[in-house]
């Protein structure tokens, strides 16, 4: 069993910077696939970030690219989402989740939801206009 905590979400004014924080739990935190993801009010889960267990590999929705960053380290067992120029319309939970990913490649990463198989509780990120 996995758990995970986010933590850093808030109430920013658009333009604004916050750095979100997944810490993990789990002696194998190095080869865990990781991702954040995003829920808006009256929508459905969406992919915003994932990065490899290596770290070599990232992936990014369109609507965050050269916005948002993730980066992980694996010595602290936290996961990080660096977001920049905040817009109104990145309000929403997000949240982090993991996947096992110790028999795969270091490259490799995921985007789906059902792909992953822990999740955090979420931490709520809203930006004001």
């Known amino acids: 069993q996995v758990q995970l905590v986010e933590s850093g979400g808030g109430l920013v004014q658009a333009g604004s910077s916050l750095r979100l924080s997944c810490a993990a739990s789990?002696?194998?935190?190095?080869?865990?696939?990781m991702g954040w993801f995003r829920q808006a009010p009256g929508k459905e889960r969406e992919f915003v970030a994932a990065?490899?267990?290596?770290?070599?590999?990232?992936y990014y929705a369109d609507s965050v690219k050269a916005r948002f960053t993730i980066s992980r380290d694996n010595a602290k067992n936290t996961v990080y989402l660096q977001m920049n120029s905040l817009r109104p319309e990145d309000t929403a939970v997000y949240y982090c989740a993991t996947k096992d990913c110790t028999y795969y490649s270091g490259s490799l990463y995921y985007t789906g939801v059902v792909e992953y198989d822990y999740w955090g509780q979420g931490t709520q990120v809203t930006v004001s206009s």
């Open positions: 789990g002696r194998t935190f190095s080869r865990y696939c």
């Open positions: 990065i490899s267990w290596s770290g070599g590999s990232t």
